[in-house]
């Protein structure tokens, strides 16, 4: 949906951490795409720091991005459904052949993959185990979520967590379940913010005024006129029906809504559209390559999710001074807090409409959000912190490596 962040060199606003000893670093996710969307500039930066850094993923030998990014990419037939035994069971070969590379450190993400890459990792003599860390972007077990759904991948991440040395979560709800279920020993819990913004490419002042105008005339959105956007899969967890729903109650009606993104949900939303007489209102746009110009050009940016881990679309509105009004699923009000936007319950589609009406009433108080946002994210979530913290922590990892092996 976004184009990705590129590197950062140099030291952190933080100061320089000391960077851990270049050794091998390997990435894994169940499909490519999160490697690409999230870890490139992670790739980046280590490799010019001596590491080797690989990739392992659905379709990552398919992907030229990521096969420029890393020394290594390789391919793990996984399925995305928990379900698919024999997709899990073709995984775990193909992990086992990628962990002859003998990585120093694997790290983890998404929940499948995690599971696999570490029951790979156990199955390896002791003295050939890598360290592993795990970074959760949201449990996919939560509040509101399904009970069988959620024993299902809380038995997995329990039973997983026993094989991990770092576990990494990023929201409140995700690090008080860690701790309530005990899925990892206390040392071994690590609290970061997320995977981190580029805030110096998502800025405003990146962004060429005739740029927004364009994007404006693109979708046939006058100057002026308040413009809203939703951003994310046309999925059932993003709820973009919520965010149509709830716009057909505002009280504006010059108002427009762009809702960016692809899933099979896009016939469903556009026969809501239709029956709510929306059609000259809302457009459904696609891929966005690069969503900076639309966001940017937006009143406020929508976000009625049931299930986040930190949204990274927020991260990018605010730091692109855009308010934001999200919905309650975890990570949101941690992002958005009292003073970038609003935070309404999941589902309420009357709170969505009348926080988009105070937006459009108030441009004053909303433009104080949008530079609250973007102090946050300067302060709190810069690509540059993170990458310091994962130094840090890929550090202390590769020392506690050593310590065992004397």
């Known amino acids: 949906m976004t184009d990705r962040p590129p590197p950062v060199d140099g030291p952190s606003s933080e100061g320089s951490a000391a960077t851990a000893s270049a050794g091998s670093l390997l990435f894994v996710a169940t499909v490519a795409h999160t490697i690409d969307h999230f870890l490139i500039p992670y790739a980046l930066h280590f490799r010019a720091r001596g590491w080797r850094v690989d990739a392992a993923a659905n379709g990552a030998v398919d992907d030229r991005v990521l096969q420029g990014a890393f020394d290594h990419v390789y391919e793990l037939p996984l399925s995305r459904s928990i379900l698919d035994v024999g997709g899990l069971l073709r995984g775990l070969r193909a992990?086992?052949?990628?962990?002859?590379?003998?990585?120093?450190?694997?790290?983890?993400?998404?929940?499948?993959?995690?599971?696999?890459?570490?029951?790979?990792?156990?199955?390896?003599p002791a003295e050939r185990r890598p360290m592993v860390a795990y970074t959760a972007h949201g449990?996919?077990?939560?509040?509101?979520?399904?009970t069988t759904t959620n024993a299902v991948f809380l038995t997995a991440e329990r039973v997983a967590g026993?094989?991990?040395?770092?576990?990494?979560?990023?929201?409140?709800?995700?690090?008080?379940?860690?701790?309530?279920?005990?899925?990892?020993?206390?040392?071994?819990?690590?609290?970061?913010?997320?995977?981190?913004?580029?805030?110096?490419?998502?800025?405003?002042?990146?962004?060429?005024?005739?740029?927004?105008?364009?994007?404006?005339?693109?979708?046939?959105?006058?100057?002026?006129?308040?413009?809203?956007?939703?951003?994310g899969?046309?999925?059932?967890?993003?709820?973009?029906?919520?965010?149509?729903?709830?716009?057909?109650l505002v009280r504006h009606p010059?108002?427009?809504?762009?809702?960016?993104?692809?899933?099979?949900?896009?016939?469903?939303?556009?026969?809501?559209?239709?029956?709510?007489?929306?059609?000259?209102?809302?457009?459904?746009?696609?891929?966005?390559?690069?969503?900076?110009?639309?966001?940017?050009?937006?009143?406020?940016?929508?976000?009625?999710?049931?299930?986040?881990?930190?949204?990274?679309?927020?991260?990018e509105a605010m730091s692109l001074e855009v308010p934001v009004i999200a919905s309650t699923a975890r990570g949101n009000a941690e992002l958005v807090g009292r003073d970038s936007g609003f935070v309404v319950e999941v589902g309420d589609v009357r709170a969505l409409a009348d926080r988009m009406d105070w937006l459009i009433e108030h441009p004053g108080e909303a433009l104080a959000m949008g530079r609250h946002g973007r102090a946050r994210m300067v302060e709190q979530y810069d690509l540059a912190r993170l990458l310091t913290l994962h130094e840090l922590l890929y550090s202390s990892m590769l020392s506690e490596r050593g310590r065992e092996e004397h």
């Open 95 to 124: 992990m086992s052949s990628v962990l002859e590379s003998r990585p120093d450190i694997v790290h983890v993400h998404t929940p499948i993959a995690a599971f696999i890459a570490r029951l790979g990792v156990r199955r390896l």
């Open 139 to 146: 449990f996919h077990f939560y509040r509101g979520g399904s």
């Open 162 to 231: 026993l094989w991990t040395d770092r576990l990494v979560v990023m929201n409140d709800e995700d690090e008080e379940a860690a701790r309530r279920h005990r899925i990892v020993a206390t040392g071994r819990l690590v609290r970061m913010p997320g995977i981190g913004i580029d805030t110096a490419m998502y800025a405003r002042s990146r962004i060429d005024p005739s740029e927004l105008a364009a994007t404006r005339r693109a979708h046939d959105v006058e100057a002026g006129v308040p413009l809203f956007v939703a951003v």
């Open 233 to 248: 899969e046309l999925s059932p967890r993003k709820r973009m029906a919520d965010v149509v729903s709830a716009f057909a």
């Open 254 to 315: 010059d108002a427009r809504l762009l809702i960016a993104g692809e899933g099979h949900e896009r016939a469903h939303l556009g026969e809501l559209i239709r029956k709510l007489g929306l059609g000259g209102r809302v457009e459904l746009v696609g891929n966005v390559a690069d969503v900076r110009p639309l966001v940017a050009s937006a009143t406020g940016l929508l976000l009625a999710s049931d299930r986040e881990g930190l949204a990274r679309v927020i991260m």
